[in-house]
C-alpha cells in the first residue's frame, strides 16, 4: 500500500450515496477532477465532506478503507467537476486518489424545491395506477432529452416484465416518498 498519511480514516455513513469518481489530478497543486454521476452535481458541489472507498477491491490505492476529505473548493469544469481537498498538497497526491469513488452522506443533499426529486429517492418506490393496480417498482430512471423515464421491474400475467413510465406531472398523480409510494395515470397494458 501506499503511505499517504494525510487522509484520515472513517466510517462510510449509514446514509452514504455514491456522486463520482476521482479523475486525474489537475494542475500542481493538488486539485483533481471528479467524474459526477449526475448531470446536475449540486450535492456534489455543497458537501464539505467527501468520504472516499478504492476503485474496486485490490486495486491500487493510498488507502485501504473509507477515508475522509475536507473539501475546501468544488466547481463545475466542462462536464466535469474539479477539486481541492485540504489533505491533498501536490499533484503526485492528487494522482493517487485516482479512481477513487467518492460518497457524501443523503442528508448533505440540499433541499429539494416541491415536485423535485433526487433521483436516488425514487429508486425502490412502489408504483400504482389510479385504480390501484401494482405496475412494479421503479428499477432506475433514464434522462430521455426533455423529459425523464421511471423504468419498473413488474409483474404481468405471473411473468416478470418492464414498463416505463414517463416521469412528468401529466401522468404522474403524486410521490409520497415518505409511504414510499408514486401513483401514476398509467395502465398495465400501455
Request: aromatic share 10%; net charge negative; with cysteine.
Amino acid at each position: 500500500m501506499i503511505d499517504f498519511p494525510e487522509l484520515p480514516f472513517a466510517e462510510l455513513p449509514h446514509d452514504a450515496i455514491e456522486v463520482g469518481r476521482v479523475g486525474e489530478a489537475w494542475g500542481v497543486k493538488g486539485w483533481f477532477k471528479v467524474v459526477p454521476f449526475s448531470s446536475a452535481p449540486e450535492a456534489l458541489l455543497a458537501a464539505p465532506q467527501w468520504f472516499l472507498l478504492p476503485a474496486e477491491r485490490g486495486a491500487k490505492s493510498p488507502f485501504g478503507r473509507c477515508v475522509s476529505l475536507g473539501v475546501q473548493q468544488a466547481r463545475p469544469h466542462g462536464d466535469a467537476v474539479v477539486a481541492q481537498a485540504q489533505e491533498v498538497q501536490d499533484r503526485a497526491q492528487a494522482e493517487l486518489l485516482r479512481g477513487a469513488r467518492i460518497f457524501i452522506p443523503r442528508s448533505a443533499f440540499p433541499q429539494t424545491q416541491d415536485d423535485e426529486y433526487y433521483w436516488v429517492d425514487l429508486i425502490g418506490l412502489a408504483v400504482a395506477n389510479r385504480e390501484g393496480v401494482q405496475l412494479g417498482t421503479v428499477r432506475d430512471l433514464l434522462a430521455s432529452g426533455p423529459q425523464t423515464t421511471l423504468v419498473l421491474a413488474g409483474e404481468q400475467g405471473g411473468k416478470p416484465c418492464e414498463r416505463l413510465v414517463p416521469f412528468v406531472s401529466a401522468f404522474v398523480d403524486q410521490v409520497d416518498l415518505a409511504g414510499r409510494r408514486i401513483t401514476v395515470d398509467w395502465q398495465p397494458d400501455y
